[in-house]
């Protein structure tokens, strides 16, 4: 008989986080630490939502997700987490760039791209400082009515090759495109400016690991294999949830589940004013992907110089954003993590992803799905042979991931990768004043989406949290009232 994952659940805490993505975990955390009793739900057996990992036989280990993020991930981990996970963030240096309009390889610092926009691409230095600084100092607050596009067309217009190397990684990043709004950009990309990209030391789950011996240190509640299947609301409220066949009541909420799945199937539209359906229903999500995962036999290697920690590869003569997402792939992102990536290990694995259509894979019949998976592996491996020669001789193990597998595992609706375009975030932001002591952490927005923006996110809202809870009269002993 398999153990019930609720044993020993109170019947009511002060605040249940819905979902254990990195905005779920840190949202849970960073409540705890203040004092409430959390209760952290997820349907997963693992926590880390899209920041996973998985492991096959002969001692290899995937990490989905971690490819890079920016460095303002080391301070919101010493402030929000701990000094140990913090300390365990180092940077990639080598960022490869490989397509018909150029090749070469950056940290993807401000100084070092400055140099090569003006030697390599011949960009005048004044406007290169002036796309820096305008890019630096968006803010949400700003107009959003300019697009990405329109920015690179004042700076640099007739450019290609020069919105090529500013918009491909972005787009992987974070699935926008140079029709979002400009402010969308600016901000992700200065945060990389900054000081590179970053990756966190040991694998995600190490990373995952640390956070959870933190977050039950702090006395989180942790469920998991635990699906929520309603937010119970009464009166514009929330009054609880029902899982596993029990209802556990909760003066606050915080759903890390997808928005759209927040609000159509765990509350439901009817419990919303029409109008905010609306406005809920207009939010479009964002793309998905797939990847292709290649382990390395024990003591083969990749030749570091050549492949870099990061390649953003393309045979596509022109940065177009469809090209990205179509299904016959010609660019391609390839994280190539070497033994050092895992201390101890004698492994090297490559990660190749591609931003992709949920429609393109959801809608095909079961055999053409098979024989699209194994076509998107075959096409892979003939794409990186050019980066690792004879690839296919040195390979222990492969297979594939497609938009069906991200909604699998995550239940994001349509497998989405990066949540929800900009219009998301007002939706997320207004759930509490529509349904009192509802929230909302998790990608949004595009600028709340990726590590740092979710590890953000759930900071942001755990204080909102906080303050809800502290302004209203108690109704669930706190966790110090009901501690041994
Ligand atoms: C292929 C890929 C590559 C990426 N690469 C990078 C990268 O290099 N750098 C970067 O910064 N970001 C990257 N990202 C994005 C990043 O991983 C995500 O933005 C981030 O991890 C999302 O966190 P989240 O808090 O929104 O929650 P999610 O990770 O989306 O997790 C939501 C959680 O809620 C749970 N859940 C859903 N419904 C329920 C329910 N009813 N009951 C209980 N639990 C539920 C799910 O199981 C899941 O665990 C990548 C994403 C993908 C898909």
Known sequence: MPTDPLKNARDSYDVIVIGSGLAGLTAANTLARAGHSVLLLEQHSKLGGLATWFRRRGGHIFDVSLHGFPFGMVKSCRRYWNRRIADSIVQI???????????????????????????????????????????????????????????????????????????????????STLEDPALTYGIVFSNFMSKGVFTFRGGTD???GLMRDEMTGNGVDVRTRCDVERIRVAGRRVEGVSVGGRVI??????????????????????????????????????????????????????????????????????????????????????SFYYPKSRPGSDRSMIVASTNANYGDWADLPKAEYEEAKRALIRDTLDAVARYVPDVRRKLDHVECATPLTFQRYTKHVDGASFGTK???????????????????????????????????????????????????????????????
Not at 120 to 127: D, K
Not at 295 to 324: H, K, N, Q, V, Y
Not at 439 to 446: E, F, L, N, R, T
């Open 93 to 175: 240096k080598n960022i490869r760039f490989d397509n018909p309009m150029f090749s070469l390889s950056t940290s993807y610092e401000r100084d070092d791209f400055t140099r090569l926009l003006t030697t390599r691409f011949q960009v005048p230095p004044a406007s290169v400082d002036a796309f820096f600084d305008a890019a630096r100092k968006m803010n949400h607050y700003d107009d959003q009515s300019a697009t990405t596009g329109q920015l690179f067309h004042r700076f640099f217009p007739g450019r290609e090759d020069v919105v090529r190397l500013l918009m491909e990684p972005i787009t992987y990043a974070n699935g």
């Open 249 to 334: 009541k909760t003066r606050a909420i915080v759903s890390n589940a997808n928005l759209k799945a927040t609000i159509f199937d765990l509350v439901g539209p009817e419990q919303f004013d029409p109008d905010f359906v609306e406005q809920a229903r207009a939010v479009r999500l964002n793309n998905s992907s797939t990847q292709v995962y290649m382990a390395l036999r024990p003591g083969e290697s990749i030749d570091e110089d050549a492949c870099g920690d990061l390649l953003f590869s393309s045979t596509a003569p022109a940065f177009r954003t469809e090209l990205l997402l179509s299904r016959r792939a010609t660019s391609r992102t390839y």
């Open 422 to 484: 900009f219009e998301g975030l007002a939706v997320s932001r207004a759930l509490p004043g529509r349904i009192a002591g509802l929230y909302h952490a998790g990608s949004v927005g595009i600028i709340m989406s990726g590590w740092l923006g979710t590890v953000n996110y759930g900071v942001i809202v755990a204080n909102d949290v906080d303050a809800h809870l502290m302004n209203n009269s108690s109704q669930t002993p706190s966790r110090a009232e009901v501690s041994p």
């Open 206 to 208: 190490r990373l995952i």
